[in-house]
């Protein structure tokens, strides 16, 4: 298909890799962030690591909008859906994610409560529009690319006058969680986790634009190259980035202009600010606290938000212990450092949300990283580091 | 949640939607948040919405610099 098969050539992806090995120099190592999980589940696919030389790494990170749900979220949705009189839908990756005490959307509903799973907020309204006795909450959850989405249902409902229609509005911003990351501990003092440089999200930078990540350029001087999700898009951004290192340079590249501009969608940010404020704080699982790293409905339209018309709960139950997500989110652990990995823990029944998604950092090494990790002489797993 | 597909869009819709072929499959999208689609167009679609069109110019200008790298390796190695 066209747009897909060119950006997934073999041959070139080889060209690329050598290219990356001729410029990066042997004498220093690259630490490379890959944001988005859209990017993560290419990486891992791909095989793309294999391609790279030894010193450049890539670390994940947690731009997975399943994973970075705190249980909380999760709990109080399945509370939600315990409501009398609800009908809870939500895009299918969440259904299967572990609140607290194990408990998922999927078991409340094999409990008997009512929850479905929809692929567009068009659905979520026309659900809406079909159960005119039920109260439809849709669980919203997602990066920039869904939250414009989520704003045209709500303008909808407010047009056709549906009264039954509710969002429980979980809309995560990705610039936050970026300086979050870089102003952690890990990063700044300890130095646990080297960061030198960033590929940018590809389906969020289509909405925010590539402006918004200038500021963490300039202000950690950290490199961001904003990369498409097909295997030679992050080939390219990987060789980009090595040369603004190798230069000095700490500047925001756009890898992806077939699809982002600088200033992003305009029709869909006018939208989002029309009807969103954003949130003090927000909780991130991995993150903890993130101030102003998420958004709710504005007071003009309260009646189509959830959390204000029903008292939702506002704990925040920690994750699993044995669960490493948290960490692995931060980029200071991998999948394979979870001692549940791939065997109290699979896609069939996670333990922990980066197991659910496809673009989940457990999930992407399960389907497509384990095989290459299978050498009997590593019992306890292999070195991440390579050969 | 966020993998997708550009699509091809095959026809214009009443109520701001088109239809879309994606890999081959036919389906119906929103075009709510685009502006000046037409037919023949690449979008890239999320959760059912176009999010963006895709400019070939620059698709192909990418590509190019694809294939520059690739000029760097010498043949045989595919
Ligand atoms: S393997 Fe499972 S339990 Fe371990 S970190 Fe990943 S999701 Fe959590």
Redesign the pocket.
Known sequence: MKYIDEFRDGTVAQGIAKAIRAEADPGRAYHIMEFCGGHTHAISRYGLEDLLPANVRMIHGPGCPVCVLPVGRIDAAIWLARQDGVTLCTYGDMLRVPGSKRLSLLKAKAEGCDIRMVYSTMDALKLAQSLPERQVVFFAIGFETTTPPTAVAIKQAQAMGLGNFSVFCNHVLTPSAITQILDSPEVRELGTVRLDAFIGPAHVSTIIGSRPYEYFAEEYQRPVVIAGFEPLDVMQAVRMLVRQINDGRFEVENEFARAVTRDGNEKAKSLVADMFELRRAFEWRGLGLVPYSALRLKERFAAWDAERRWDVPQDSPPD?K????GA?LRGVKK?VD?????T??TPEN??????VSAE???AAHWTYGRFRDADPGHASGPDPEGD | MCLALPALVTELLPDDNAKVNLGGVAKTVSLALVSDVAVGDYVIVHVGYALSVIDPEEAARTLELFAEMGELVPEGTA
Do not use: D, R, T, Y
Not at chain 1, 350 to 355: A, E, I, L, Q, R
């Open positions: 699993n044995a669960c490493e997500c692995i999948p979870c001692k549940l990995f791939g109290v823990c996670p333990m922990g949300s980066c197991m989940g950092a457990c």
